[in-house]
T-cell receptor
Framework: QKEVEQDPGPLSVPEGAIVSLNCTYS??????FMWYRQYSRKGPELLMYTYSSGNKEDGRFTAQVDKSSKYISLFIRDSQPSDSATYLC?????????????FGPGTRLSVLP | SQTIHQWPATLVQPVGSPLSLECTVE??????LYWYRQAAGRGLQLLFYSVGIGQISSEVPQNLSASRPQDRQFILSSKKLLLSDSGFYLCAWSVRGVEPLHFGNGTRLTVT
């Protein structure tokens, strides 16, 4: 079993739709959870950062973490064509030196006007 | 605010040639620094990370090396490039132990 699994996509939705992106993981030591957005030929951009279980909202984006199920989600409301990108989930466990970041393979999202 | 600079943006090099990619971070001190490679359609592969000047940890044995000559400078090198070294190379930083990664805009390397 891979340490982090992510819905493969690609995902195409009409403008204005609610998008749900999901990841599952196997390592119960993960404490920090991140979502990145990556446009073509650019570096990943941090969208959301959460610690432990619960919800976090930032504008049209909501990140949800369920540590008991080892499941995280990113919801995008009122999706826009500018949201078309690859979304990467990431998680980490604090270790003595540095941090151990593990990334999902990414889900490519297309929002059609 | 913190910024990360990575250059060049694109690079085409022949097999067997040397490589040097540079990354610098501004606006923070003592960052953790990372080099990742992203192959097409695949996830991010951690190559090296550094917790301080001269301290390099290698995650994957390969044809590449890294150095950190200054606190906010991280260099990825190779003496002789292979075709398999082609990919998208990303530098990243984080505040030690508590903050998420922040990425540069990457270098797209094509080895011909």
């Amino acid at each position: 079993q891979k340490e982090v699994e992510q819905d493969p996509g690609p995902l195409s939705v009409p403008e204005g739709a609610i998008v749900s992106l999901n990841c599952t993981y196997s390592n119960s030591a993960f404490q920090y959870f991140m979502w990145y957005r990556q446009y073509s030929r650019k570096g990943p951009e941090l969208l959301m950062y959460t610690y432990s279980s619960g919800n976090k909202e930032d504008g049209r984006f909501t990140a949800q973490v369920d540590k008991s199920s080892k499941y995280i989600s990113l919801f995008i409301r009122d999706s826009q064509p500018s949201d078309s990108a690859t979304y990467l989930c990431a998680m980490s466990a604090k270790v003595l030196r540095g941090q151990n970041f593990v990334f999902g393979p990414g889900t490519r999202l297309s929002v059609l006007p | 605010s913190q910024t990360i600079h990575q250059w060049p943006a694109t690079l085409v090099q022949p097999v067997g040639s040397p490589l040097s990619l540079e990354c610098t971070v501004e606006g923070t001190s003592n960052p953790n620094l990372y080099w990742y490679r992203q192959a097409a359609g695949r996830g991010l592969q951690l190559l090296f990370y550094s917790v301080g000047i001269g301290q390099i940890s290698s995650e994957v044995p390969q044809n590449l090396s890294a150095s950190r000559p200054q606190d906010r400078q991280f260099i990825l090198s190779s003496k002789k490039l292979l075709l398999s070294d082609s990919g998208f190379y990303l530098c990243a930083w984080s505040v030690r132990g508590v903050e998420p990664l922040h990425f540069g805009n990457g270098t797209r390397l094509t080895v011909t």
